[in-house]
Antibody
Framework: EVQLVESGGMLVQPGRSLRLSCAASGFIFDDYAMHWVRQAPGKGLEWVSSISWNSGTMHYADSVKGRFRISRDNAENSLYLEMNSVRPEDTALYYCAKATAAAGYPLFDSWGQGTLVTVSS | DTVMTQSPATLSVSPGERATLSCRASQSVGSNLAWYLQNPGQAPRLLIYGASTRAIGVPARFSGSGSGTEFTLTISSLQSEDFAVYYC???????????FGQGTKLEIK
């Protein structure tokens, strides 16, 4: 059974940094691209970032480009999101999501339960 | 950016009845359209991709149709677990991003 467990979410002040983690199990981690998708409280879904199976390709939403950095450690079956210069509009539940393929289209067939990031002074 | 607009915002249907949800794109997305279901307090679940292909394990009562700018998700006979929020997602301009609709809440009538 695929399991994705996010951690690292917390209350953080605007302008500070934060690192989210996602521990994956139940599938061959380095066979799949991975993504971060967020959901602001009471709002819809927003794709944030993606990384291919071998870290060769990363993509970012315009709203986070230049501030967030995605990475993965295939030896540790882990996905990360480094969030810098955070803003109040980054407040959201951040989901780790498994893609359906090693690269290619952003289709998410497994999701974690999310980790909450709150940006406030 | 391609804007996805879902309608209606809320749909009230009785169990066992058919539900039809709509999603419109601000420009053509071909067949690069997916649907997700999100139950309260849970993560989303992939239902449909390629506008009409059911994901693994998705019941046959879920069907998707459409292409270009107009898409429909039909649930033929509503079960209790189907009352949730549904999101459409376009991925036609990937890797320049993908966008979700604002969601349709399907509630029990």
């Amino acid at each position: 059974e695929v399991q994705l467990v996010e951690s690292g979410g917390m209350l953080v002040q605007p302008g500070r940094s934060l690192r989210l983690s996602c521990a994956a199990s139940g599938f061959i981690f380095d066979d799949y691209a991975m993504h971060w998708v967020r959901q602001a409280p009471g709002k819809g879904l927003e794709w944030v970032s993606s990384i291919s199976w071998n870290s060769g390709t990363m993509h970012y939403a315009d709203s986070v480009k230049g501030r967030f950095r995605i990475s993965r450690d295939n030896a540790e079956n882990s996905l990360y999101l480094e969030m810098n210069s955070v803003r109040p509009e980054d407040t959201a539940l951040y989901y780790c999501a498994k893609a359906t393929a090693a690269a290619g289209y952003p289709l998410f067939d497994s999701w974690g339960q999310g980790t909450l990031v709150t940006v406030s002074s | 950016d391609t804007v996805m607009t879902q309608s209606p915002a809320t749909l009230s249907v009785s169990p066992g009845e058919r539900a039809t949800l709509s999603c419109r794109a601000s420009q053509s997305v071909g067949s690069n359209l997916a649907w997700y279901l999100q139950n309260p307090g849970q993560a989303p679940r992939l239902l449909i991709y390629g506008a009409s292909t059911r994901a693994i394990g998705v019941p046959a009562r879920f069907s998707g149709s459409g292409s270009g700018t107009e898409f429909t998700l039909t649930i033929s006979s509503l079960q209790s677990e189907d009352f949730a929020v549904y999101y459409c997602q376009q991925y036609n301009n990937w890797p320049r991003g993908c966008t979700f609709g604002q969601g349709t809440k399907l509630e029990i009538k």
